[in-house]
C-alpha cells in the first residue's frame, strides 16, 4: 500500500498515463501513414498472372488481389475455408473485372509464360496470350511467339501514333476551336453593340470577323483530314489475345498503353513497369472515368488553388490583424471581433462553399459577367464555380488563422524596438513596414503553413464552387491571359472521393484512393516545407541580439 | 609619439584610464553655454488620474549633461519622456504647461511630433537595435527621412559610429548584424543611431543600468565627448554617475521636483534634507 502512495506522489502513474495518451497519438498517425503507404505503394506493383483451373472445368487467368476466410455463420465451416479474389480483367469478354474463386473447388494453379497483361484505352485490363497480329488482313505474325517478338515495337509505335494524334487533336483543333469560339462570342458582342447603338457601322468589324473564321474553319477542316489519315494509318495492326477461357479479343494496337509478360519479368522489368506506371501517374491524364492514368491534372490544381489562396490570406489576414493589433483602440468591441474571428475558424467548411456559391459564384461572378461578358451569356463565364471562386473561399476559410497567427506574431515583437523607431521620428506606419513587420514575419509565415495545410486538404466547400470530376484544360495555359481564373478545376481531395466512390469500378479504383491520398499528403508537405524553410531563413535574418 | 586613443583602448586598462580621463575633463573649463536650450513651466503629466508629476519647472543649458535623479517612481523617466512625447504612445495620458526645446513648442497643437523626435534622440534603458545590419542600425532614422544617397548613408554611418566610439570595433563587419555585441557594444550602437539623424538634444534613459562596470565607464567616457555638441539629458539611478558625468542635477520626489543646482553643490551641501536624505543613502 505505501508503495502505491509512493509511486503517486513521486507522480510516475501520472507520467505512464500521460506518456500512453503521446504514445496512442502517435500509433495512430504512424498507423494512418502506414496503411496509406502500404496500399497506395503497392498499386503500382506488376503482380504475377495465375491461371486457376476449377473442378467444373472453368479456367481463370488473373492477378491475386485478396484472399479471405468466407463467413458462413451457423455453419461449421464458418471462416474455416479460404477463397482468393481474381482480378481477371476483360471486362469486354466477361462483363466483370474480379472474381471470387472459393479454395476447395480450384483444381490446378500454374503460372503460363505467355499471359500478358495489357492495359489499354478502354475496358480496363485485358488478361490473355497474344496469339497473332494482323495489319488490314495480312497476318503479320501467326503464333505466340512471333507475336511477342512484335509486341514492343508495336507499342512504341502506337506511343508515338498516339502523341501525333493528341498534338492534333487537343493542341493544334484545340486552339482552331478556341479562336472560333472567340470570334463566335465576339460576333455577338457586335450584335448587341449594334442593337445598344443602332446607328453604328460595324460592317469592316463583321468582314474581319467573318474572314477570321473562315480561315480557321478551312484550318479545322484541314486538320481534321490530316486526323483522319493519321487514324486509319495508325489503326490498321491489330493484336489478337486468348482469354484463358478460349475468347479471342482484337485489339487495335493504337489503343495498347503497356504490355507485359508478367510471369517472365526478372526482378528489374517489374522495377521498370512500376516506375513507368508511377510516372505516367504522376504525369499523366486519366483515363476511363479517372481509374487509369494519371493525376497530373490534379496535383496541378490543387497546387496552383493553394497559391492562389496564399496571394489573397496572406495580405487579407496580416492588414486586419495590423489593424487589430496596431491601430485599432483596445476594447470591448476589439475583444469581441477577436472572439469572432477565433469562432470563424470553427465554422463548418461547407458553409463557406455555400456562401461561396451564393456571393462569390452567383452575386459576383453573376455581376461580372452582365458587365464584361454579356456576349457569352446565357453560358456562364465567372458567373460559375471556378479556380478564383474556390481560392477565394478557401482564403476566407483559412483566413481566421492567418489574423491570430499574425495578431501573436505581432504582439510579440517588443515595445521596445518600436520605441527605439518611433524616437528616431518615425511614423508609425513607417515602423510597423520596417521594424515590427520583418520582426513578425516569421510568425506569420507560421500562420500561412497553418493556412495552408487546411486550405490544401479541404473538399467540400470546393464541390461546390469550381471543382470537377474531369476538366478538360488547365487552369494555365498558352492562351491570352495565360491564367484563365474563369475555369473548373481537379483537386487531389476531390479525386480521392470521385476515384473511390463515384467510380463504376470499384474495385480496381480501391487502391487508386490511396495512391492519390499519398500524392495530396505530399503536395501538403511540400508546400509546408517550403514555408518552413522561408520561415528559418527569416528567422535567421531577424535574430534579435543577444538577449 | 602622438598616441591616439584608438591604440590604448585595450580592454584591461580602459576603466582606469577612463577614470582618470573623466576626472581630467570635469576640471577642464566648459565651454560657454548657449543659455536654456530646454524649458520646462508647470510641466504637470496625468496617466488618468493618477497625477504623477506636478509642476515641474527647470531649465537644461545648452551643451551640458542635466541629470535626473530620485527614488523609482518619482518621475524622472516620466519627464524625460515628456521632452520627445514619448508618454503619447500610452493611453489616457494628459500633459499640461509648456515645455520648449531650443524654442519649439512641444506640447502643442502645431507642433509636428516627427520633428520633434528628430531633433530630441533617445537611448534607453535596454538597448534595443533593430534586427538589421549595423549599418542600417545606424542609417535608420535618414532612411525613414528619405534620404537614399548612398555617399551620405555611408558618410554618416562612419561619422555616427566614431561618435559612438564604436567604429574601429565594427568597420570590417557593418553588413552583419549586431549578433554577439556585448551589451555595452550593443548601447553604443544605440547611441551611434541616435546621433545619426544629428538631434540637438540626447535623451538617456538609464543607458547603463543593464551594463557592467567597464561597459558603463565607457558610456560614460563617451557622455563627455558628447557634450560638445549635444544637450544631455539622462536619468540615473547610479548617484556616483551622476556626480560624474553631469553638470547639474535635479533631484526628483514622488513627482516633484526638490531641488536642482550645480551638481558638485548637490552632492557636497545639498540644500534640501529629503536631497541629503537620498543622496546619503537614508532612503531611495
Known amino acids: 500500500m505505501s508503495d502505491l502512495v509512493k509511486s503517486l506522489r513521486r507522480g510516475e502513474p501520472m507520467i505512464w498515463f500521460t506518456g500512453s495518451a503521446l504514445g496512442i497519438s502517435i500509433l495512430m498517425i504512424a498507423g494512418l501513414i502506414v496503411v496509406i503507404l502500404t496500399n497506395g505503394l503497392g498499386f503500382f506493383w506488376p503482380k504475377p498472372l495465375e491461371q486457376v483451373t476449377l473442378k467444373d472445368g472453368s479456367v481463370f487467368l488473373g492477378e491475386i488481389t485478396n484472399r479471405e476466410a468466407i463467413p458462413n455463420p451457423g455453419h461449421t465451416d464458418h471462416l474455416r475455408k479460404q477463397r482468393i479474389l481474381l482480378r481477371v480483367g476483360n471486362r469486354d469478354l466477361y462483363g466483370f473485372d474480379f472474381k471470387w474463386l472459393n479454395e476447395d473447388e480450384i483444381a490446378k494453379r500454374e503460372h503460363p509464360k505467355d499471359a500478358y497483361f495489357v492495359e489499354r484505352r478502354e475496358y480496363g485490363a485485358l488478361i490473355g496470350v497474344p496469339v497473332a497480329v494482323k495489319e488490314n488482313e495480312r497476318t503479320l505474325a501467326a503464333d505466340t511467339a512471333a507475336a511477342r517478338q512484335a509486341l514492343p515495337g508495336l507499342i512504341g509505335k502506337a506511343e508515338r501514333d498516339r502523341h501525333a494524334v493528341e498534338r492534333i487533336e487537343k493542341h493544334e483543333i484545340g486552339d482552331i476551336n478556341y479562336r472560333i469560339e472567340k470570334a463566335r462570342l465576339e460576333a455577338r458582342r457586335l450584335d448587341l453593340v449594334a442593337r445598344s447603338e443602332p446607328g453604328r457601322d460595324l460592317s469592316r468589324e463583321r468582314e474581319a470577323l467573318a474572314k477570321t473564321t473562315a480561315e480557321q474553319q478551312a484550318l479545322f477542316q484541314a486538320r481534321t483530314a490530316e486526323l483522319q489519315a493519321l487514324m486509319e494509318k495508325a489503326g490498321t495492326t491489330y493484336v489478337t489475345f486468348q482469354s484463358a477461357e478460349g475468347g479471342a479479343k482484337e485489339l487495335r494496337s493504337l489503343d495498347i498503353y503497356r504490355a507485359y509478360a508478367a510471369n517472365e519479368l526478372s526482378w528489374l522489368g517489374r522495377l521498370g513497369v512500376y516506375t513507368s506506371r508511377l510516372w505516367e501517374f504522376v504525369s499523366g491524364n486519366p483515363r476511363e472515368s479517372n481509374t487509369e492514368g494519371g493525376i497530373f491534372p490534379a496535383i496541378f490544381g490543387t497546387v496552383m488553388m493553394v497559391v492562389l489562396m496564399c496571394i489573397v490570406v496572406v495580405p487579407l489576414g496580416v492588414l486586419a490583424a495590423l489593424y487589430l493589433r496596431e491601430y485599432a483602440k483596445q476594447g470591448t468591441l476589439v475583444r469581441t471581433v477577436r472572439i469572432a474571428v477565433n469562432n470563424l475558424a470553427g465554422v463548418p467548411s461547407i458553409v463557406f462553399g455555400v456562401f461561396g456559391l451564393g456571393f462569390f459564384v452567383y452575386f459576383v461572378g453573376g455581376g461580372i459577367d452582365r458587365l464584361f461578358f454579356p456576349e457569352a451569356l446565357p453560358t456562364p463565364t465567372f458567373g460559375t464555380g471556378g479556380i478564383l471562386w474556390a481560392a477565394l473561399t478557401l482564403a476566407l476559410l483559412t483566413v481566421p488563422v492567418v489574423i491570430v497567427a499574425s495578431e501573436e506574431a505581432l504582439a510579440a515583437v517588443p515595445r521596445s524596438m518600436r520605441e527605439a523607431s518611433l524616437a528616431m521620428g518615425a511614423t508609425k506606419f513607417q515602423t510597423i513596414l520596417n521594424v515590427v513587420l520583418p520582426a513578425a514575419a516569421p510568425g506569420i509565415l507560421t500562420g500561412l503553413i497553418l493556412a495552408m495545410a487546411r486550405g490544401a486538404g479541404e473538399v467540400a466547400p470546393l464541390m461546390l464552387i469550381g471543382v470537377v470530376k474531369l476538366a478538360p484544360e488547365l487552369p494555365l495555359d498558352g492562351f491570352f491571359p495565360f491564367l484563365h481564373l474563369d475555369r473548373k478545376f481537379m483537386h487531389l481531395g476531390f479525386h480521392i472521393y470521385d476515384v473511390g466512390f463515384q467510380s463504376p469500378n470499384v474495385e480496381a479504383a480501391k487502391p487508386m484512393v490511396y495512391t492519390t491520398a499519398i500524392f495530396l499528403l505530399i503536395i501538403v508537405v511540400l508546400l509546408n516545407l517550403t514555408a518552413i524553410i522561408v520561415r528559418n531563413k527569416l528567422r535567421e535574418k531577424y535574430k534579435t541580439g543577444a538577449f | ?284
Request: hydrophobic content about 40%; glycine content about 8%; overall charge negative.
Open chain 2, 1 to 284: 609619439m602622438l598616441m591616439t586613443n584608438d591604440d590604448v583602448k585595450t580592454p584591461r586598462d580602459t576603466g582606469l584610464r577612463i577614470r582618470t580621463e573623466v576626472k581630467a575633463a570635469s576640471d577642464a573649463p566648459l565651454p560657454p553655454s548657449q543659455g536654456p536650450d530646454i524649458v520646462c513651466r508647470d510641466v504637470n503629466l496625468a496617466y488618468g488620474d493618477n497625477h504623477v508629476l506636478h509642476d515641474i519647472t527647470m531649465d537644461m543649458e545648452d551643451r551640458r549633461v542635466t541629470a535626473l535623479i530620485g527614488p523609482s517612481g518619482c518621475g524622472k523617466s516620466t519627464l524625460l519622456r515628456c521632452l520627445n512625447r514619448m508618454n503619447d504612445l500610452i493611453d489616457n495620458v494628459r500633459t499640461w504647461g509648456e515645455i520648449k526645446v531650443k524654442g519649439l513648442d512641444v506640447n502643442a497643437a502645431s507642433t509636428d511630433v516627427i520633428e520633434i523626435r528628430r531633433r530630441v534622440g533617445m537611448v534607453f534603458q535596454k538597448s534595443n537595435p533593430f534586427p538589421k545590419s549595423i549599418y542600417e542600425n545606424v542609417v535608420y532614422g535618414l532612411r525613414i527621412a528619405g534620404i537614399g544617397d548612398k555617399a551620405t548613408l555611408d558618410e554618416a554611418c562612419e561619422r555616427s559610429l566614431r561618435g559612438a566610439a564604436l567604429w574601429d570595433e565594427v568597420k570590417d563587419r557593418l553588413q552583419e548584424n549586431g549578433l554577439g555585441f556585448s551589451g555595452g557594444q550593443m548601447q553604443r550602437l544605440c547611441i551611434a543611431r541616435a546621433i545619426a539623424v544629428e538631434p540637438e538634444v540626447i535623451l538617456m534613459d538609464e543607458p547603463c543600468s543593464a551594463l557592467d562596470p567597464i561597459a558603463t565607464l565607457k558610456i560614460e567616457e563617451l557622455i563627455y565627448e558628447l557634450k560638445e555638441k549635444y544637450t544631455i539629458v539622462i536619468v540615473t539611478h547610479n548617484l556616483q554617475q551622476a556626480a560624474r558625468v553631469s553638470d547639474k542635477t535635479a533631484f526628483f520626489w514622488l513627482g516633484r521636483l526638490v531641488e536642482f543646482g550645480p551638481t558638485a553643490e548637490m552632492f557636497t551641501a545639498p540644500k534640501d534634507k529629503l536631497t541629503e536624505d537620498y543622496i546619503t543613502g537614508r532612503f531611495g
